[in-house]
């Protein structure tokens, strides 16, 4: 306990509050419903040295209170086994905290403005339809509507203001500009009619003004920081803790990326490797699976080296780090990641595209509005009132809100089919992809062995191989134990495993081995197949089982789909040229590459952009990472390693690859759906500028089409949650 | 007239009222966890009961 109340201390994830008291904040990914909730917080403060837990599901995160004195984090996360969640430290200083703050700003903004829009349209409706009313009562409405106008926007209108002047200091303009022009000069102007005794007062419209744009933020904003949550919380399943063996031989748990070369690691039957190194003890199989892409795993002994990300299977091995330079497949992957990283900088979303042209040409219409009439009718108040018309007129309400709500919408029905988005623009990106890549191993296939020749095999062999193969965790093995389905399996009387070789055991006075053709004695030097495992009992001649890796069972489906939508679709992996064809052409892809390293990847990548294509890649593996970057837009399952998960914009869950298709119908409808809502809003000001410009708006008719546009459009975006039922 | 310098007093203090409130829940953080607070509503409150 004192050994763990040392390293808790210095722990980067754990927040010391007292002396008795730290907390920390971990994710809980599994953690979805109310009995989990009830399980964490009730649960939880029963173990020794818990004071309290409090969890957040639309986060999945717990925020939990320990005695440091008496527990570590690590035994905490120990008594979340035990709960039965699976636990992992999350590092809240990297969190968003800033996004966090910057929704809730926007939110109360939102709030005061709806406040402040509710109660001017009372005063304003009063006088809209007061025909008979009072020049002093109608004063009086006006100054109450200027003091609760002018504090609301004070405060409400900030972000707009900031921007604005951000913009306007780096000598640009950017659609905030007329935003807060379009607010501040109706404020100004009303003010000075209501002096004058006027009718025509818009203290509503600037405010409602900033009331729909404050939407538009807000749910833009939400969607980042939700994007950015999705990321910090697979960030967090990064920290892989390694075991460390002291000179002394003791063990102590560390973060992975706290491990120094040298330094000698212990990795058991069953983990991940946390660090790249030489193994110094120890004799294993390795499944390097989502690596390298290669589906049998490899023997590896004392001299091998062996990458982070790879799982040990066998036996426990040590591990002697090898230095973090620039030559660890990690670090290469990060450095071409970065490099692709580059390439993808230049896009520039739409609406700000839009923004760029259209704010220039809102001034010039108000500013040419205005000095016209001045020198037409020579009349420089009716000419401001008219400029102002103009300026609240051809403010974007309803674009502003063309984007974030069709987004919100789209990212919405991809959650509930399993479908996690999570880079902000990436839905935006996706919109026009004409070719598709896919990588093998784990993302086109399965990645996980099924036997092939069961039906050649007799059935008491298999039920032999299957009492075997299931006390190990080797792939193959656990294929053989799998193949005999629900059909009761012996129980060995003793099993030893040969790690790199296969097993040995005892069942019934037989001797049973299961596993290479060489640790079975089988010579005849016919060509292996594929992946394959032998049994022999007693001296019975051996048997030979073989295994592929299957498609996703709708694999080929999703290619026949893609491919009559006009995708182009192709195959790219790291697999060896024999078992990638075969995959092509079970997949129905005629286009594929195989015995790729990440870079040739990226190469094909680029060529492909040269072209003219717009590509979305699909991939899982850590040899996938940087070509995920390097694409315009990436899918990975939720199988995949964390870094590649990092890397790409969305996440799938499940076995089906239909996440492929739906996230690609979704997103063209999405990008259907935005385009029709900019022409709806443009079409809008199409009709109402004239009008304004020629003096017949009033601010009745302002606040009907700025409400009406609003609606229009987002009705609009809710027609993506059509079709979405099934 | 004189009945509109008692009401519209008592309207904007009555919206205030209810502004404030968001605002304090928001700050307070009830808004933190909306997916939470919609399944925690199904919780028991009775802490002998056994939780499955």
């Known amino acids: ?726 | 007239m004189n009945v509109l310098l008692i009401l519209i007093p008592v309207a904007l203090f009555l919206g205030a009222i209810g502004l404030g409130a968001f605002v304090w829940s928001l700050k307070s953080g009830q808004f933190d966890d909306l997916d939470g607070a919609a399944e925690r509503i199904l919780m028991d409150d009775d802490e002998d009961e056994v939780i499955t």
């Open chain 1, 1 to 726: 306990m004192t050994q763990a109340m040392t390293a808790s201390s210095k722990d980067p994830y754990v927040r010391l509050l007292s002396d008795t008291e730290a907390e920390a904040e971990l994710h809980v990914p599994t953690m979805h419903c109310a009995a989990c909730i009830s399980k964490v917080e009730r649960g939880m403060p029963e173990f020794e040295g818990v004071n309290y837990a409090r969890a957040n599901l639309s986060t999945k995160r717990v925020k939990v209170r320990f005695n440091p004195q008496l527990v570590s984090l690590d035994d905490v996360i120990a008594d979340f086994d035990q709960v039965g969640f699976k636990a992992s430290p999350f590092n809240s200083e990297k969190a968003d905290v800033e996004g966090d703050k910057t929704a809730k700003e926007l939110l109360i903004a939102l709030a005061v403005a709806g406040f402040a829009s509710a109660n001017i349209m009372l005063f304003s409706v009063s006088v809209w339809s007061g025909g008979e009313m009072a020049e002093e009562t109608r004063s009086l409405f006006h100054w109450i509507s200027a003091i609760i106008a002018i504090l609301a926007i004070a405060y409400s209108g900030r972000p707009f203001f900031r921007s604005a002047l951000t913009a306007l200091k780096a000598g640009g303009v950017n659609m905030d500009v007329p935003i807060a022009l379009a607010v501040v000069l109706s404020v100004i102007a009303s003010i000075y009619e209501s002096y004058r005794g006027g009718e025509l007062v818009y203290f509503e419209a600037g405010i409602m003004l900033l009331f729909f744009l404050l939407i538009g933020r807000y749910l833009d904003q939400r969607m980042r920081s939700k994007a950015s949550d999705a990321a910090q919380n697979l960030l967090a399943l990064k920290a892989v803790p390694a075991t460390v063996i002291g000179e002394d031989g003791s063990q102590t748990t560390v973060p992975s990326e706290q491990v120094e070369t040298g330094a000698t690691v212990l990795v058991q039957t069953g983990m991940r490797l946390p660090v790249d190194g030489e193994i110094i003890k120890g004799v294993s199989d390795i499944d390097t699976s989502l690596v390298t892409g290669e589906t049998v795993p490899v023997k590896a002994e004392v001299g091998d080296k062996v990458f982070a990300g790879t799982l040990n299977i066998s036996a426990p091995l040590h591990v002697r780090v090898e230095g973090r330079g620039e030559d660890t497949f990690l670090a290469e992957i990060v450095r071409l990641m970065e490099v692709a990283e580059q390439g993808r900088s230049a896009f520039v979303r739409l609406a700000d595209r839009l923004a760029r042209s259209y704010a220039p040409v809102v001034h010039v219409l108000a500013a040419a509005t205005f000095l016209g009439w001045w020198w037409y009718a020579d009349d420089p108040h009716m000419a401001l009132m008219r400029a102002v018309a103009v300026l609240i007129i051809t403010c974007p309400c309803a674009l502003g809100l063309a984007v974030p709500v069709v987004q919100v919408v789209a990212s919405g029905r991809l959650l509930s089919a399993g479908i996690l988005v999570k880079s902000e623009d990436g839905l935006e990106r996706m919109g026009n992809v004409d070719t598709v890549v896919f990588d093998k191993t784990g993302t086109l296939t399965l990645g996980e062995m099924t036997l092939i020749n069961g039906a050649d095999i007799a059935s008491r062999d298999l039920l032999m191989a299957a009492a075997i193969g299931v006390t190990s965790r080797h792939p193959l093995a656990q294929a053989v134990a799998n193949a005999a389905g629900k059909r009761r399996i012996p129980m060995m009387d003793s099993v030893s495993e040969i790690p790199g070789s296969g097993l040995v055991g005892e069942l019934k006075g037989k001797t049973l081995k299961l596993g290479s053709r060489e640790h079975v004695g089988h010579v005849t030097p016919d060509a292996a197949t594929g992946p394959e495992l032998w049994l022999r009992i007693d001296d019975a001649a051996p048997i030979q089982f073989r295994f592929s890796d299957q498609l996703r069972p709708d694999a080929a489906d999703v290619v026949a789909g893609l491919k009559k939508s006009g995708k182009r679709v192709i195959l790219v992996s790291g697999d060896r040229k024999e078992t990638v064809e075969r995959v092509a052409t079970e997949a129905g892809i005629d286009e594929w590459y195989g015995d790729r390293r990440p870079d040739d990847k990226i190469e094909i990548l680029e060529k492909l952009k040269e072209d003219g294509a717009t590509i979305l890649m699909v991939g899982d593996g850590l040899n996938d990472a940087p070509a995920l970057r390097a694409a315009h837009v990436s899918l990975s399952p939720s199988s995949a390693t964390d870094v590649t998960q990092t890397a790409s914009d969305f996440v799938f869950q499940g076995k089906s690859l239909t996440a492929v298709s739906e996230v690609l119908t979704v997103t063209h409808k999405t990008r259907r759906l935005v385009l029709e809502n900019f022409a709806l809003a443009l079409g809008y000001n199409v009709i109402a500028v004239p009008l304004a410009v020629l003096g017949f708006v009033t601010p009745l008719v302002a606040a009907i089409a700025m409400s009406a546009s609003s609606i229009v459009v987002t009705a609009n975006a809710l027609r993506l949650k059509m079709g979405a039922a099934k």
